[in-house]
């Protein structure tokens, strides 16, 4: 089983709801149920992590307004000030299997790095707070590339926008 306790994040990032469009659609599950489940799995997340900033996203890939209007009203529901929903503006998925290429992964991570700089933690550091490394061995796609922020300085001091584009630089 998982350990909640080993590693506690500032910040839980949920991407869910991109296939739940088609399970909707082909009639195997109603907006209901996702909302139902959703609901359950972040009253479940957040009995883990009780203080920690959950944000809710959906959209990297397409945007289906229904999912999109359930999860945002499961957020709601959820009445809990340090739980956030963040629509992506749809990125260039000419990856593997219609995926977000490279391109398209620094978008959106620039994209969602803009939301989380208007949350509580926005704080100013330099290009020393951090370190963006590049990894291309993903075990099911060898098209993929994946980035890994190391951080320099304690959380408190290095929350602001990241410029993950600079892995291309390096």
Known sequence: PWDFNKFIPHYLIINLGTNDAGIVNRGEGTLNELSESYISFLTSIRSHYER?????????????RDISYTINSAV??????????????????TGNE???DVNGSIDGANQLIG????????????????EVSQATNCYYNANCVTYSIKLNKPLSNVFGKINIGKANQK
């Open 52 to 64: 920690n900033i959950i944000v809710c996203c959906y959209g990297m890939m397409s945007v289906d």
């Open 98 to 100: 219609y995926h977000p």
């Open 76 to 93: 709601i529901k959820m009445n809990d000030p340090n739980i956030h929903y963040f629509e992506f503006t749809p990125v260039s998925c």
């Open 115 to 130: 939301f989380i700089d208007g949350l509580t933690y926005n704080e100013q550091f330099d290009d020393s707070s951090y």
